[in-house]
């Protein structure tokens, strides 16, 4: 069936450290692909997204590929701050009229100074 | 993207009382979700939305413990009935189809 696995934490980096979340997902045809980030206390926020096959989201530092031969949308950052510091979901939307979002477990990342 | 306010943020109650959480969106959304993220885990879907029509609930959850109101295409209600510390949670709102943006959450606990 349709699913999210992500890679699990925590992780822990030093400031300007390089940041990879792996994720991968199982799902018939080509559904849209997302990260979310949720801050302390918090609700989430999109952080990016892509739509198709090779597309790139970026936003705040943060990229993330559509890689359609591995299945995967891994997210990517070159230089991490301690205001990064979140859990991470990576989700798709497989369509249909419900619009129903499959969630990751999600990732805790903490950056220290 | 849509502005999504919740109310209340946070609440404590006592086993076996009820409380009913507001979503109000900044404008006219045809779905509007409910989901529940209990401690440390991820987000599971509660239910849909439609303006006009009864919510559409996901395999585990059922209407006398989550019932949802939608009495305009900008507002949605969801009650947590009959409440154990097993709902402590944040519950989440949510509009769009392809895209979809979240509320700040209510953050649930029950003792």
């Known amino acids: 069936g349709n699913s999210v696995t992500q890679m699990e934490g925590p992780v822990t980096l030093s400031e300007e450290a390089f940041l990879t979340i792996n994720c991968t997902y199982t799902?018939?045809?080509?559904?849209?692909l997302f990260w979310y980030v949720q801050y302390p206390g918090e609700g989430l926020q999109l952080l990016l997204k892509?739509?198709?096959?090779?597309d790139k989201g970026s936003n705040k530092g943060f990229e993330a590929t559509y890689r359609k031969e591995t299945t995967s949308f891994h997210l990517e950052k070159g230089s991490v701050q301690v205001s990064d510091s979140a859990v991470y979901f990576c989700?798709?939307?497989?369509?249909?009229?419900?619009?129903?979002?499959?969630f990751g477990k999600g990732t805790k990342l903490s950056v220290k100074p | 993207s849509a502005v999504i306010s919740q109310k209340p943020s946070r609440d404590i109650c006592q086993r076996g009382t009820s409380l009913t959480i507001q979503c109000q969106v900044d404008?006219?959304?045809?779905?509007m979700f409910w989901y529940r993220q209990q401690p440390g885990q991820s987000l599971t879907l509660i239910a849909t939305?439609?303006?006009?029509?009864?919510?559409?609930?996901e395999s585990g959850f059922v209407i006398d413990k989550f019932p949802i109101s939608r009495p305009n295409l900008t507002f949605s209600t969801l009650t947590v009935s009959n409440m154990s510390p097993e709902d402590s949670s944040i519950y989440l709102c949510?509009?769009?189809?392809?895209?979809?943006?979240f509320g700040p959450g209510t953050r649930l606990t029950v003792l």
């Open positions: 949510s509009v769009g189809i392809d895209t979809q943006y």
């Open positions: 799902a018939t045809g080509y559904p849209s």
């Open positions: 892509a739509t198709k096959a090779d």
């Open positions: 989700a798709f939307y497989y369509g249909g009229s419900q619009g129903n979002l499959i």
């Open positions: 404008s006219q959304v045809t779905m």
């Open positions: 939305a439609n303006q006009g029509s009864e919510a559409t609930y």
